[in-house]
């Protein structure tokens, strides 16, 4: 399974979230190939990814895309981010 | 290497921020105090917060500010301004505290750093910690331990 950590330039907030994305699903047993992208990327036609994680502010820009959108307010928050995951894999 | 991205002049207290902008502003300015950036990564940031919105205020009460690898960026570091009063940016996660600057010179040579960033943020009770401790020299130590 694809997932995409998503933010404004691909670089910085987007390497967090995958970061702690990596750390959960490793916890949960889940394998999963987690990469972290800008918007553009995730809006692509191209997009391979079941789900995408990204910061609340930018979900209005991509809610037309195939894949199921996770909104995760608290980048830090480990608990936020299983139980997103968690629910979205149920 | 937390320790390397955090310069000598990185981590500061701002008592005159009044607004979000001006406490990005100062944030990267920690940044180009330490030679890690020149004045011109300051206008791609403050674009990027133009063009998506406060989407780097990435938790409660805090912020990381950054643009694309590239311009303006001479080498990977981070920064840290704490804010005695803290602002509002239009983001759920308001009012910010911290802000943290970051700045990358190429789209990988960082992905080692910002995990080891994101391991200290997420661990238990570190989050509170941070934003509660006003000394900075115990600010450094948590974030470079």
Known sequence: ?90 | MLAQAFGPNSIAHHLEVTDWEGAISSAVALLEADLRVTYEYLAEVLAMNQKLGPYFVVAPGIAIAHAAPGVGVLETGMALLRLEEPVVSGSNNDPVRLVFAFCAVDSDSHIELLASFAQVMSAEGNMNRLLNEPDLTIIRNLLTA
């Open chain 1, 1 to 90: 399974m694809k997932i995409y950590a998503v933010c404004g330039a691909g670089i910085g907030t987007s390497v967090l979230l995958k970061s702690n994305a990596d750390r959960v699903l490793a916890a949960m047993g889940v394998e999963a190939e987690v990469q972290a992208v800008s918007i553009a990327d995730a809006i692509s036609a191209e997009s391979l990814a079941q789900i995408v994680l990204i910061t609340p502010e930018l979900q209005e820009q991509i809610k037309d895309i195939r894949s199921e959108v996770i909104p995760i307010d608290n980048i830090f928050n480990l608990e936020e981010i299983e139980q997103k995951l968690t629910a979205a894999l149920s």
